[in-house]
Structure formats: C-alpha cells, structure tokens
C-alpha cells in the first residue's frame, strides 16, 4: 500500500509509516536532501486529484506556527503565520481517501494526542493526530505529570541539548539539519497509527473483494 507525506520534512512521519508497512512518498515545498524515501518538490496543495488518487492514504503536517506555544509571543507581537488547517482538510476530504492529519496540541486538528513518554522515548512531544479512519490510543498513558525535563528528558526546540542528544530522544536515526529536527515527529507516532490504518485498509480490502465475487 502506497501512502503520501505532505508538508513531509526530514521525513520523521514517513519512516513510522514504512515501518508500519507502507511503501512512501513525501511532497514538500522546500528541499529535503536527507528524507529517506521517494520525494516531490513542490506545493501540497497544488497536488491534482490523479496524483493523489495514486495512493492508499494521505498523511499531511501542515505548518504549525500558528499555534504552537513556542511562537506565542511572536504572535502576541503581531507576527502571523500560514493557517492551513482547513484547506488541507478540504482538499483530503475530496480526495475521498484515508487520510490523517497531524499538528500540535491547541490546533483545530481533532483525533487522539500522542505523547513521547508513551513509547518510551525521551521526549514529550505532544502531537494530535486526526482520521477519517477511527484510531485508538496506545494502552501506555502521557506520563508527563510524573516526568521532567532534564531527568532523562530534552526539548529539542532551543539549545537545551545538543543535535544528536534531541536525534537520540526522537527515535531519528538519519541526519537532520537542527530545523528539522525542531519539527520532526517521532517515527514511533506514525508507526503505531500506521498499523491500525494498514490493519483496517486490509480489512476493507478484503471485503471489497468478497462483494465483487458476490456480484460476478
């Protein structure tokens, strides 16, 4: 099965999804020499409908600066940032795919919130993912209120650590440039929702097939 990563990055997303069994491409609107699969450079959302209609599912990270707490002062200031959220979800709605839309918490995007202490990585990481496809949470809760930054813990935004501490806590084994990896999301993430989207795909698959034989 064929997945797309829009708004892709240093492709954190797309080695959950491959490693959930998904063979991937990411489209970004900047150069991304280090992602580590099959690459389109360009505007996601000047992708046409007979490309899309070529995959399984949609993944898409639109920017989130427009709502992260890190640029809340800039924001108080005056400055604004790209809000994407509504026509990437127009756009993935009528596409009439799977899809799933990841930003930070506080953001429109609506589904199950994801956090680092819940696979054991060394990060928080808070991230929502939305799905026209139902998704579960993992039997691991957020142990955040039990947890502390610099006991075993980094933040990877700032100079709180160095490039490969915040690499190490991600779960990301490839290189990165440090602004990548301030937005990278952890493969870990994508790989459990990955699973229950290729669990459910093949499912749906296979009674799509039983229909077809019905009616020949």
């Known amino acids: 099965m064929r997945l797309l990563d829009l708004f892709c990055g240093a492709g954190g997303a797309a080695m959950g999804y491959y490693r959930a069994g998904f063979e991937v491409v990411g489209v970004d609107i900047e150069d991304r020499p280090t992602y580590p699969f099959e690459f389109w450079r360009m505007n996601a959302l000047h992708l046409d409908y007979e490309k899309l209609a070529l995959f399984d599912v949609i993944h898409a990270s639109p920017p989130c600066q427009q709502y992260s707490k890190s640029t809340a002062l800039a924001r108080r200031r005056g400055k604004t940032y790209p809000d994407l959220y509504q026509p990437v979800k127009a756009m993935l709605v009528a596409a009439g795919k799977p899809y799933v839309i990841e930003n930070v918490m506080g953001s429109p995007v609506r589904g199950i919130g994801l956090c680092g202490t819940m696979f054991g990585l060394g990060v928080f990481r808070h991230r929502v993912f939305e799905s026209n496809i139902p998704l579960k949470l993992p039997e691991n809760r957020c142990l955040c209120s039990q947890r502390r930054i610099g006991k075993g813990y980094v933040t990877v935004a700032g100079d709180s650590c160095t490039k490969l501490e915040a690499l190490g806590a991600l779960?990301?084994?490839?290189?990165?440039?440090?602004?990548?990896?301030?937005?990278?999301?952890?493969?870990?993430?994508?790989e459990f929702i990955g699973r229950q989207l290729h669990e459910k795909l093949l499912l749906i698959n296979d009674e799509n097939r039983v229909l077809i034989e019905v009616r020949q």
């Open 171 to 190: 779960g990301i084994h490839w290189r990165m440039s440090k602004d990548e990896v301030t937005e990278a999301i952890p493969p870990a993430f994508t």
